[in-house]
């Protein structure tokens, strides 16, 4: 680890993050993982599946 990691993780001690952005962060993960779980359930559209073009 380097010390600007040591510098960052004192800083976010002192000022934590407000609950509003901690929320935010939630809510965003989580339809991250609502988006991988459908696609791992019903599959990657073949619509929007990359095609090589031909020459």
Same mark, same amino acid.
């Given at each position: 680890?380097?010390?600007?990691?040591?510098?960052?993780?004192?800083?976010? =001690?002192?000022?934590?993050?407000? +609950?509003?952005?901690? *929320? %935010?962060?939630?809510?965003?993960? =989580?339809?991250?993982?609502?988006? +991988?779980?459908?696609? *791992? %359930?019903?599959?990657?559209?073949?619509?929007?599946?990359?095609?090589?073009?031909?020459?």
């Amino acid at each position: 680890m380097t010390p600007i990691w040591f510098i960052r993780m004192a800083r976010w =001690a002192r000022n934590p993050p407000s +609950a509003d952005r901690v *929320r %935010l962060v939630l809510v965003v993960v =989580a339809l991250c993982l609502l988006v +991988a779980g459908a696609e *791992r %359930l019903w599959g990657f559209p073949d619509w929007l599946t990359p095609q090589k073009l031909k020459p």
